[in-house]
């Protein structure tokens, strides 16, 4: 490693440390690409972390793309586990809301989560794309969980990616443009597939629309109905798309609703319900049954 990209990762793994002391002893941070992301050649700047109004954490800035682990705690581990994408309009990722408190939310539930910190296209003066670095950091996150599945009591048939807003466009593309893996690859994570085996998509944007198929993974579909029609209409249409496809998908659409709701301690009324709905919804589709 480089002393430049070694500084990075260390910069890197103080800035999660930091974030991570109101998360929990259970938590690991995990450097996706350990010699250096493809197309962050020559970036040294260090993770931003600001506290907007209401004291969440912000995160943009970010070139060493990174896996926040919590593994299951006070309940049984059930063997699966989700990849989760904070949003955050591609310029920026929400931390709290749509990352710690999901991640807790699945480990009480006995599924193992890990938070992705991917590579920003639209922040200032980026130089990074969607489709071909932050899609690439989905991409290797999946296949990191897969490759050390075992290491984590996770089934390898059992690996979910879980996005909000910009982070559900991004679990979207994973979900439809996933990559076989490489058998003779140097590197061991790549010699496993990017498939993610479940998606959940909440209130997701949809510039870039999945390429749904009969090979799609099952999806589970949930906004408000007071989001922008883009997405509360364009995710009905994504629901259709899904069954005329054969795949099984799962759709909530809570009125009253506005976006970006997450999981925010002190909210109220139905959709504060909707994590208790996805769990349903992974027992149903055998996700959390004995491995």
Not at 80 to 98: F, R, S, T
Not at 202 to 208: D, E
Not at 221 to 250: H, M, N, T
Not at 257 to 282: A, C, N, S, Y
């Amino acid at each position: 490693m480089s002393a430049s990209r070694g500084k990075r990762a260390r910069h890197c793994l103080v800035a999660g440390a930091l974030a991570l002391l109101a998360f929990g002893a259970h938590a690991e941070t995990l450097v996706l690409w350990p010699h250096g992301a493809p197309g962050s050649e020559g970036k040294t700047g260090s993770e931003a972390v600001r506290l907007s109004d209401k004291g969440d954490h912000v995160v943009s800035n970010i070139h060493v793309p990174t896996l926040i682990s919590a593994l299951p705690k006070g309940a049984p581990a059930t063997g699966a586990a989700v990849v989760v994408l904070p949003g955050g309009g591609h310029h920026e990722l929400w931390m709290d809301h749509e990352g710690y408190r999901v991640a807790d939310m699945f480990a009480a539930h006995g599924v193992a989560a890990f938070i992705l910190k991917y590579r920003l296209a639209q922040e200032p003066n980026s130089t990074y794309t969607i489709e071909g670095h932050s899609l690439a950091d989905v991409r290797r996150a999946l296949r990191t969980v897969r490759a050390r599945a075992a290491e984590w009591g996770i089934d390898p048939h059992r690996i979910g990616v879980m996005g909000f807003s910009a982070g559900g466009e991004l679990a979207a593309l994973a979900a439809s443009r996933f990559e076989d893996g490489k058998p003779d690859a140097a590197d061991p994570v790549e010699r496993v597939s990017s498939r993610p085996d479940f998606q959940v998509l909440v209130y997701p944007g949809l510039a870039r629309r999945p390429l749904i198929s009969a090979a799609s993974p099952p999806a589970f579909l949930l906004c408000g109905a007071k989001d922008s029609p883009a997405i509360s209409q364009g995710i009905a249409d994504l629901y259709l798309e899904f069954a005329r496809a054969g795949v099984p998908a799962e759709l909530h659409i809570y009125a009253g609703v506005g976006h970006g709701f997450g999981i925010r301690p002190g909210d109220k009324g139905p959709v504060t319900e909707w994590p208790l709905r996805l769990i349903d919804w992974m027992g149903a589709q055998g996700y959390l049954g004995p491995r």
